[in-house]
Antibody
Framework: QVQLQESGPGLVKPSQTLSLTCTVS??????????WSWIRQPAGKGLEWIGR???????NYNPSLKSRVTISVDTSKNQFSLKLSSVTAADTVVYYC????????????WGQGTLVTVSS | EIVLTQSPATLSLSPGERATLSCRAS??????LAWYQQKPGQAPRLLIY???NRATGIPARFSGSGSGTDFTLTISSLEPEDFAVYYC????????????FGQGTKLEIK
């Protein structure tokens, strides 16, 4: 069974770049079986899809975040990463990494989530 | 962008009762709709995919129905562990590709 674990700084200063990594275990990130994705959730609120990457390196991003987001994959480490630039307090949310199934429609597996706070 | 509207926002029921949650899409999503359950401090968990298929390990008391723009998640007889927040989610393929979630329905103990 695939397991996902987010890691990265829990505190980022305004205007800086947020960087998170998701480590995949229980399967190869290169298998082509999943679309690797980032999803976020403000405290007490709903879920927002940030973007996804496929093994080939092909990416799709939420248009509302596209100008600030980069998702990449490191197959040698079985990891994929999120970079979000020019962060503000509005980016203080829980970030989840997830694996969309091979059809690309549904999240089969989720990381536990990590809270990132944007504050000086 | 396809908007998903869930109702009600909060549903207060007792264990053993039947729960009916609704998700309405602003345009047709065919049957490409999923339901997730989220408990406090946890990541969401996939319950239903393709509108009516239970995910692996999901109890039979959970069922989904609908197609096009109107979808329903039904929990036939509530167990104490079912009280949580439920989200629907769809993927639209029209450029740009985009996933959207409903705002959630909180199922609370009455």
């Amino acid at each position: 069974q695939v397991q996902l674990q987010e890691s990265g700084p829990g505190l980022v200063k305004p205007s800086q770049t947020l960087s998170l990594t998701c480590t995949v275990s229980g399967g190869s990130i290169s298998s082509g079986s999943y679309y690797w994705s980032w999803i976020r959730q403000p405290a007490g609120k709903g879920l927002e899809w940030i973007g996804r990457i496929y093994t080939s390196g092909s990416t799709n991003y939420n248009p509302s975040l596209k100008s600030r987001v980069t998702i990449s994959v490191d197959t040698s480490k079985n990891q994929f990463s999120l970079k979000l630039s020019s962060v503000t307090a509005a980016d203080t949310v829980v970030y989840y990494c997830g694996a969309y199934d091979s059809s690309g429609y549904y999240v089969d597996y989720w990381g536990q989530g990590t809270l990132v706070t944007v504050s000086s | 962008e396809i908007v998903l509207t869930q109702s009600p926002a909060t549903l207060s029921l007792s264990p053993g009762e039947r729960a009916t949650l609704s998700c309405r899409a602003s345009q047709s999503v065919s049957s490409y709709l999923a339901w997730y359950q989220q408990k406090p401090g946890q990541a969401p968990r996939l319950l239903i995919y393709d509108a009516s298929n239970r995910a692996t390990g999901i109890p039979a008391r959970f069922s989904g129905s609908g197609s096009g723009t109107d979808f329903t998640l039904t929990i036939s007889s509530l167990e104490p562990e079912d009280f949580a927040v439920y989200y629907c989610q769809q993927r639209s393929n029209w450029p740009p590709l985009m996933y959207t979630f409903g705002q959630g329905t909180k199922l609370e103990i009455k």
